[in-house]
């Protein structure tokens, strides 16, 4: 499976452990940046946008992003049409993010969640299948949210 990983310089250490982790359970990965931990300045809407397009494209599956808290690089990610990221910090809601919501986005907060919990968080998430059903059918509704505000602009 293809994963894109981005952070924001606050997450940037917690991504790349994260990316040699799954490499080294064989997945593909890419790195969208942000890449120098030193550039406090660097913004988390910028990788947050580029893993959600890469996964509305098909370019990769699924995308892992890591920035101080999580949050703003998933809102940043959830503008997306059509990508739904969620926030981590335990690994059952990880799981359960795909199971019930189908959510093709983890998200982490380097400065909530240790590199060994969030590799118990990752395994969650990518441990996990989609199970449709009446979970489709709120997911879809999410969709429609997303389709109605589209024929306001
Ligand atoms: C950067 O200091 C911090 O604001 C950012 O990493 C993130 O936590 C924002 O949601």
């Given at each position: 499976m293809k994963v894109g990983f981005g952070s924001d310089h606050a997450g940037i250490e917690l991504k790349l452990q994260l990316m040699e982790y799954l490499k080294e359970k064989g997945y593909e990965c890419t790195d969208y940046g942000n890449y120098d931990?030193?550039?406090?300045?660097?913004?988390?809407p910028v990788p947050g946008r580029l893993v959600a397009e890469a996964v509305a494209r098909g370019e990769v599956e699924k995308g892992v992003l890591v920035c101080g808290t999580g949050l703003g690089i998933s809102l940043a990610a959830n503008k997306v049409p059509g990508i739904r990221a969620a926030v981590c910090s335990e690994p059952y809601t990880a799981q359960m993010a795909v199971r019930?919501?189908?959510?093709q986005i983890l998200s982490m907060g380097a400065r909530v969640v240790g590199r060994d919990l969030a590799k118990m968080i990752v395994d969650s998430f990518f441990g996990a299948s989609f199970e449709g059903g009446r979970h489709a059918a709120r997911v879809d509704m999410i969709s429609q949210i997303e389709t109605d505000y589209g024929k306001c602009r």
């Open positions: 931990p030193n550039d406090r300045g660097d913004d988390y019930h919501n189908n959510c």
